[in-house]
C-alpha cells in the first residue's frame, strides 16, 4: 500500500491499494466509465453498506451527465484502469449517498430505480414518506456521516466507443429520444407486440421523469413535460391491459386521475381495468365519468356495459345453477 495521498480536494484522502497500468484515460463529458465499488461506515468495523461485487454487477456512469453523487466523477479522473483505491470523504461529499444508494438497489433488485410515475422527486417522496424504504439509509440521511469508497476501475469508453443507452443521454438528447421511442412503441402496438411495446413507452417515460424532476412544479416547462408523460403513461396502460396486468393499469390511471382529475382518457381505461377486475360499481363510476367530460365516447361506453350487463348476468346464471339444489 502506498501511504494516504491528498487528492487536492477538501475532505478528500486517497489511498491507492493496488496500482493499475497505463496513463490516465480521458474522463471527458460522455465518457462511459465502468467501475466495482464497496461503500463502508468509518467506524471500527467498517460496516459495509453497498458492494457491486456482492451484488455481481459493476456500476456505470457517464461523465458530464449530471449523476446525482458528482464526487465519484472527481475521484475515478484520478484513476488508471485496473486500479484499486481507497477514498475517504467528508460528510461536505457524502451527504447525497443515501439517495443515490436507494436507486442502485432498486436496481439490483430489478426494480426502476425511480418511481418513475410518482410525481415528485426522491427529496420530496423522502420527505412525503420518512423513508428511503431502507433503515441503514434513513439512519445515513438523518445524520451524513463520513465514507469510505472502494473503486476499482475497470473500463472506460469515449463517446464514440459505444451506443448510448437513454439513461447515458444527456437532458437534451432524452428529450430527442422520446418521440422516437414513442414512435417505436405505437408501432409495436400495432404488431401486437405489447410487452415490447411496454418496454419502450417506458423507457420513454423514464427520460421525460428525469428531465422533469429539475424543473419546478406546476410550472409551464414542467407541466408541458407532465402532459407528454400522461400520453405515455395511457399508451402503456393499454398495452397492460393487452397483456391482463389490470391491477397496474388501475394504479397507473389512478395516479394520473388524482393529480389531473380531467383526464377523460385515463378514466375510460381505468374503467376497462376495473371490468376485467368484477369492480363493478368502480367501473360504472369511471365510465360515467368518461361521459360527462366527453360524451361523444357514449358508443365506446356503451359498448363496455353492455359488455359488464353480459358478465353480470352470466355470473349471476352460474350462482343459481350452483346453488340451485341447496334449498
Same mark, same amino acid.
Given at each position: 500500500?502506498?501511504?494516504?495521498?491528498?487528492?487536492?480536494?477538501?475532505?478528500?484522502?486517497?489511498?491507492?491499494?493496488?496500482?493499475?497500468?497505463?496513463?490516465?484515460?480521458?474522463?471527458? +463529458?460522455?465518457? /462511459?466509465?465502468?467501475? !466495482?465499488?464497496? +461503500?463502508?461506515?468509518?467506524?471500527?468495523?467498517?460496516?459495509?453498506?453497498?458492494?457491486?461485487?456482492? &451484488?455481481?454487477?459493476?456500476?456505470?456512469?457517464? #461523465?458530464?451527465?449530471?449523476?446525482?453523487?458528482?464526487?465519484?466523477?472527481?475521484?475515478?479522473?484520478? *484513476?488508471?484502469? =485496473?486500479? &484499486?483505491?481507497?477514498?475517504?470523504?467528508?460528510?461536505?461529499?457524502?451527504?447525497?449517498?443515501?439517495?443515490?444508494?436507494?436507486?442502485?438497489?432498486?436496481?439490483?433488485?430489478?426494480?426502476?430505480?425511480?418511481?418513475?410515475?410518482?410525481? +415528485?422527486?426522491?427529496?420530496?417522496?423522502?420527505?412525503?414518506?420518512?423513508?428511503? =424504504?431502507? !433503515?441503514? %439509509?434513513?439512519? @445515513?440521511?438523518?445524520?451524513?456521516?463520513?465514507?469510505?469508497?472502494?473503486?476499482?476501475?475497470?473500463?472506460?469508453?469515449?463517446?464514440?466507443?459505444?451506443?448510448?443507452?437513454?439513461?447515458?443521454?444527456? !437532458?437534451?438528447?432524452? %428529450? /430527442?429520444?422520446?418521440?422516437?421511442?414513442?414512435?417505436?412503441?405505437?408501432?409495436?402496438?400495432?404488431?401486437?407486440?405489447?410487452?415490447?411495446?411496454? @418496454?419502450?413507452?417506458?423507457?420513454? $417515460?423514464?427520460?421525460?421523469?428525469?428531465?422533469?424532476?429539475?424543473?419546478?412544479?406546476?410550472?409551464?416547462?414542467?407541466?408541458? %413535460?407532465?402532459?407528454?408523460?400522461?400520453?405515455? +403513461?395511457?399508451?402503456?396502460?393499454?398495452?397492460?391491459?393487452?397483456?391482463?396486468?389490470?391491477?397496474?393499469? $388501475?394504479?397507473?390511471?389512478?395516479? #394520473?386521475?388524482?393529480?389531473?382529475? =380531467?383526464? *377523460?382518457?385515463?378514466?375510460?381505461?381505468?374503467?376497462?381495468?376495473?371490468?376485467?377486475?368484477?369492480?363493478?360499481?368502480?367501473?360504472?363510476?369511471?365510465?360515467?365519468?368518461?361521459?360527462?367530460? !366527453?360524451?361523444?365516447?357514449?358508443?365506446?361506453?356503451?359498448?363496455?356495459?353492455?359488455? @359488464?350487463?353480459?358478465?353480470?348476468?352470466?355470473?349471476?346464471?352460474?350462482?343459481?345453477?350452483?346453488?340451485?339444489?341447496?334449498?
Amino acid at each position: 500500500m502506498q501511504d494516504a495521498l491528498l487528492l487536492g480536494l477538501e475532505g478528500v484522502k486517497k489511498k491507492i491499494l493496488h496500482g493499475g497500468t497505463g496513463e490516465i484515460p480521458k474522463f471527458i +463529458t460522455g465518457a /462511459k466509465v465502468t467501475f !466495482d465499488f464497496r +461503500t463502508t461506515l468509518c467506524d471500527d468495523e467498517r460496516t459495509v453498506i453497498d458492494d457491486s461485487k456482492a &451484488v455481481g454487477t459493476p456500476m456505470e456512469i457517464v #461523465i458530464g451527465n449530471m449523476f446525482k453523487l458528482d464526487i465519484w466523477e472527481m475521484l475515478l479522473a484520478s *484513476m488508471r484502469i =485496473g486500479e &484499486v483505491a481507497e477514498f475517504w470523504c467528508d460528510t461536505i461529499h457524502t451527504g447525497v449517498y443515501p439517495l443515490v444508494s436507494k436507486s442502485m438497489r432498486r436496481i439490483a433488485d430489478g426494480k426502476d430505480p425511480v418511481d418513475w410515475h410518482v410525481r +415528485t422527486c426522491g427529496m420530496a417522496n423522502m420527505f412525503a414518506y420518512h423513508s428511503l =424504504g431502507y !433503515d441503514d %439509509l434513513d439512519e @445515513l440521511m438523518k445524520e451524513p456521516k463520513p465514507l469510505f469508497f472502494i473503486l476499482e476501475l475497470l473500463k472506460v469508453l469515449q463517446p464514440s466507443e459505444y451506443n448510448r443507452e437513454s439513461w447515458a443521454l444527456n !437532458d437534451e438528447e432524452r %428529450l /430527442k429520444v422520446v418521440p422516437v421511442l414513442h414512435g417505436q412503441g405505437n408501432k409495436l402496438f400495432k404488431q401486437g407486440r405489447y410487452q415490447d411495446a411496454t @418496454l419502450k413507452y417506458k423507457e420513454a $417515460i423514464i427520460c421525460i421523469k428525469n428531465v422533469q424532476t429539475k424543473e419546478k412544479a406546476w410550472e409551464a416547462p414542467w407541466l408541458k %413535460l407532465e402532459k407528454m408523460a400522461h400520453t405515455l +403513461t395511457l399508451n402503456y396502460c393499454q398495452c397492460l391491459l393487452r397483456i391482463e396486468e389490470y391491477y397496474e393499469v $388501475i394504479e397507473h390511471t389512478s395516479d #394520473i386521475i388524482n393529480q389531473h382529475p =380531467g383526464v *377523460m382518457k385515463a378514466y375510460y381505461l381505468r374503467g376497462k381495468a376495473h371490468l376485467e377486475v368484477w369492480n363493478e360499481a368502480e367501473a360504472r363510476q369511471d365510465f360515467s365519468k368518461v361521459l360527462d367530460l !366527453d360524451p361523444g365516447m357514449k358508443k365506446a361506453v356503451k359498448k363496455e356495459l353492455a359488455v @359488464l350487463n353480459m358478465r353480470i348476468e352470466e355470473k349471476n346464471e352460474e350462482d343459481r345453477n350452483k346453488y340451485k339444489g341447496m334449498f
